[in-house]
């Protein structure tokens, strides 16, 4: 089992909603990410927070917005999506406070797997 | 040209066959490498790191060749459970991974 938790695991929403998915983790790890993933493609890099901190941010639209209340929770806000954003939203989480996971693990989330209609 | 590449695959292979590919990256900088797991609809996980050495884990054997700027995963011994897709990640201030290699185990 992942230990880093995502919710809600499907989400289907229209073009005018907003919806939030959420990321939490109980590893102590002080850099958390989001990734966005479509099909037979690689995770995509969105955000990186470093110390609750954004830290990176791949110049995502602003209908994206993330935010970490703390340490261990990590939001991602939703609104005024695209059909283009329907996609597998990764969370993930590292030990290495850079940011970028020099050691390379990350610890990633089953994910949201979010349908914009 | 895209920062890391990946042979697709499919390659499908027998079980206890050995099965081998590579990846390259166009970022001479990068610093370090690794080997990622996807399993179908499930999140990545990190499979090995790849050492300028050459590491083994069990089955699995990581090569990292710098002057031609690739890695490669070699899996001896296939298991079915060894079907999945492999991400290639290359690291140099951030992660960049491939888009994966697709390999089916069969029976």
């Known amino acids: 089992d992942t230990e880093v938790t995502q919710t809600p695991k499907h989400l289907v929403m229209g073009m005018t909603n907003k919806k939030s998915l959420k990321c939490e983790q109980h590893?102590?790890?002080?850099?958390m990410y989001w990734y966005k993933q479509k099909a037979k493609k690689p995770p995509e890099l969105m955000f990186v927070?470093?110390?609750?901190?954004?830290?990176i941010n791949e110049s995502v639209p602003s209908r994206f917005s993330p935010e970490c209340p703390n340490s261990s929770l990590l939001n991602l806000h939703l609104h005024a999506l695209q059909p283009e954003d329907s996609a597998l939203y990764l969370c993930?989480?590292?030990?290495?406070?850079?940011?970028?996971?020099?050691?390379?693990?990350?610890?990633f989330g089953e994910g949201s797997r979010l349908t914009v209609l | 040209r895209k920062e890391v590449e990946q042979d697709p695959g499919p390659f499908n292979v027998p079980e206890g066959a050995t099965v081998a590919f590579n990846c390259t990256y166009s970022?001479?900088?990068?610093?370090?490498f690794f080997w990622y797991r996807q399993d179908c609809r499930k999140e990545p996980k990190l499979l090995m790191s790849?050492?300028?050495s050459g590491n083994e884990d069990g089955r699995f054997t990581a090569q990292l060749n710098r002057a031609s700027q690739y890695i490669s995963l070699l899996i001896r011994d296939s298991k079915l459970s060894d079907s999945a897709t492999y991400l290639c990640?290359?690291?140099?201030?951030?992660?960049?991974f491939g888009a994966g290699t697709t390999v089916t185990v069969r029976a």
């Open positions: 927070y470093s110390y609750e901190k954004l830290s």
């Open positions: 990640v290359v690291s140099d201030y951030k992660l960049s």
């Open positions: 590893m102590g790890h002080r850099a």
């Open positions: 970022n001479s900088a990068s610093q370090s």
């Open positions: 790849v050492y300028s």
């Open positions: 993930a989480s590292s030990q290495d406070s850079s940011g970028q996971g020099k050691t390379g693990e990350l610890f």
